[in-house]
């Protein structure tokens, strides 16, 4: 029996069936996806991501499948995928339900992650604010300095301006978050197989990337640092 993310999948599904102007390969996947070849259809569906090409419908189908296999971390991992590609929220919610049915961290909500999507939901239109309003004060400023007068809180006003577009324009990335890809994966106290374990973990957590040395990757778990090897986890990356 179905359980209720299939049932979320399947109504995201159709509304998102009926894309146009999709590549032969594609066609063809979805096509085998309709006749419930799933088999078939995911293996063309991975090959066309290899190669950065892909569709909001077919992350969604991937994550469909996935969780029809009980493969619980690529499932996540699809509607990650999905998510960050259409910016759909019920997908979010549904990763947390999953998340919570399989006791996997990673998934809450925090102000951070709140804030992180506000500006990359809106950076656009943030950006050409703060560039309209520096262009005025700079205005502002050359003709308070033609009539002689003190330039002290217009400059004040154009560095202020310059900042928050630069921190918009370069500082409002998410971190880059990954999922765990395999059963009994070792998080380590450092970047050697000789150290010290720290955490032993199933798939489907997810997890914030700080860095990289060798094979081995830097993570945050559990609000402190660990190492895992890269082999291991599935970074959400379009």
Partial sequence: MQTQISIILSVLLFSFSA???EPEKL???DSLF???QYTQSSAIYDSILTKKSYSSAMLLKMAFIQEGLNHTGLCLY???LYQKASDDQQAAAKMEELAGKHRLEGYQPSEFSTLY???ETNNLALTRILGALLIFSFSLAVF???K???LKVSIIIVVLFSLCLFATANLTSPPEMAIVLHNRTYLMGGPSAGASVVDIIGEGHRMTILGKK???LRVKWRGKDAYVKENNLLPIVL
């Fill in 117 to 119: 999507h506000f500006f």
């Fill in 78 to 80: 699809y509607l990650n």
């Fill in 148 to 150: 002689n007068k003190s």
């Fill in 214 to 216: 060798d094979i081995w």
């Fill in 144 to 146: 308070q300095k033609r």
């Fill in 27 to 29: 066609k063809e996947a």
């Fill in 34 to 36: 309709s006749a419930k």
């Fill in 19 to 21: 894309l146009a102007q």
